[in-house]
């Protein structure tokens, strides 16, 4: 693969960082805590797992899971990935009908804990959170920290570009390769890591138009053909009706958010110059666009902005300390990427 799709620079907002750092020097300086956004019944034929987990990744949990709990591992659920080398908390559900919660005192497995456990009529699916809740420690702090001072007071008002994060890529852009080899027909992956390369073809296909975007000044500036979507929801809806100074209004507000492609076959819902411009990127990668085709993908909406919530910062020492809140599907590391370099 060309040495431009393995490892992009995807443009920056504010410009290059001037500051350097380390992250993940240890596993808790990396916390993550999901936030369901819902009550549990307590009832109901899923078991529900609250588990800590330290250097460890989110599917081998899973299989540690099934198998102490004598279940297939199609029928333990989990919201999404969460990052190996780090402390991070997570549900976990297990389908268990007819069957008494099991004494859990006997699950000894390096790297996980059990903090909660309660039941709930469903099962616990891919994206079914509100969001996580981040405490991130960033080391060695060198250079101009004044100025990264002055960038978290922007992001917490203006957020920052909603890039999909390196880890949707795997190692050096590993999962681009895969995809590409995928579409060519060169392999037959089975059907979960089809999903993982299909996932980030399509990321990265958003990432460059939102990369283009930033380069034109656009990404918080309206433009003919845009689509919105409002903040806290999939909901989305074409500019047209509303005049600039309206949607320039909302968008300072935080109510509404400029969007960008997840890559489908069929029409696109965007016009005009955004259109156009979409449709230029696209062109540059045509093995991309024939196998999400060919496999069938709608198209979908993403916002191209997102604003941490809850945002608070400490510098100590050489250490930089941030707590924030992101939606999910988010990442915490298109915080830290506006940050410093790492």
Known sequence: MNTC?????????????????????????????????????????????????????????????????????????????????ALTRQWFSAHLPGRDDPDL??????????????????????????????????????GDTAGTETRLQTIAVSGVPNYFGEQRFGRDGGNLDKALAMFRGD????????????????????NEVLSRRIEADTWLRPTAGDVMMLDGSHSVFKTKDESIDELMARLHAGDVHITGPLFGKGQSMVEDEVLELETTVFARHPEFIAGLEAAGLKPERRALRVIPGELQWQFEDDSLILNFTLPAGSYATAVLRELVLY
């Open 187 to 206: 392999s037959r992956p089975r059907r979960s890591l089809q999903g993982i390369y299909l996932s980030a073809a399509r990321s990265f296909l958003f």
């Open 5 to 85: 799709l393995r490892a992009p620079q995807w443009a920056f907002d504010c410009g290059t960082p001037a500051t350097k750092g380390v992250i993940r020097r240890q596993p808790d300086d990396f916390e993550v805590t999901e936030q369901l956004g819902y009550e549990l019944s307590g009832m109901g034929e899923h078991l529900w797992l609250l588990v800590e987990k330290r250097n460890q990744n989110t599917g081998w949990v899973a299989e540690q899971l099934a198998r102490y709990l004598g279940v297939q591992a199609r029928h333990v659920g989990y919201a999404g990935l969460k990052d190996r080398h």
């Open 105 to 142: 005192s006997g699950l000894h497995v390096d790297g996980i804990a059990i903090l909660e456990q309660t039941r709930h009529h469903r099962k616990l699916r891919t994206g079914g959170l509100e969001g996580n809740r981040f405490r991130i420690v960033v080391r060695e702090l060198n």
